[in-house]
């Protein structure tokens, strides 16, 4: 697992060091309680500034265009997406309280596991193909389906959060 810091300002150090810090063991806790391998993830460490800038460079990496997405993201701690390697999680430490940082990467981690399930990033590619305008995701039903399966993957997120207490 590798951490690092982009664009962000000098003011979140101490914000980036508790992610270097939690990032390992959160990935061994949700590992353990899930049954479930997490495979290669990048997390960045943003603000604000930076962290819209790093998922649409992240989509683009992923997708080799520089088209930009047709859809804004709703405002959010952090967002999990695929990198070529892997996942890439973004988290927004500017947006993300202190007490918050814990569970924000642990539910983000619960994703990138959620990721190596069969089909989701394939799923997760059309999303972003989509939104992209270079492939359409499908009919109303198909999208309904996925939609609902997002719906579920985040449930499960928020369920495991709890294991954030056990981060020291």
Do not use: C
């Amino acid at each position: 697992m590798q951490v690092t810091a982009y664009q962000l300002g000098s003011g979140y150090q101490s914000a980036l060091a508790r992610v270097e810090a939690i990032a390992a063991p959160a990935a061994q806790l949700v590992q353990k309680k899930l049954g479930e391998q997490i495979g290669h993830v990048e997390i960045a460490v943003t603000d604000t500034r930076g962290y819209r800038d790093g998922i649409v460079a992240a989509e683009q990496r992923i997708l080799g265009t520089r088209t930009r997405s047709r859809y804004d993201l709703p405002p959010s701690l952090a967002h999990t997406t695929l990198s070529p390697s892997g996942v890439l999680i973004l988290v927004d430490v500017q947006a993300t309280s202190r007490p918050e940082l814990d569970k924000t990467v642990v539910h983000e981690l619960v994703h990138a596991a959620q990721f190596g399930r069969r089909g989701v990033r394939d799923a997760v590619l059309a999303g972003i193909r989509n939104n992209h305008g270079i492939e359409k995701a499908g009919g109303w039903l198909k999208v309904q389906l996925e939609n609902r399966k997002v719906a579920a993957h985040e449930r499960e997120a928020i369920r495991l959060e709890f294991l954030a207490r056990k981060l020291r």
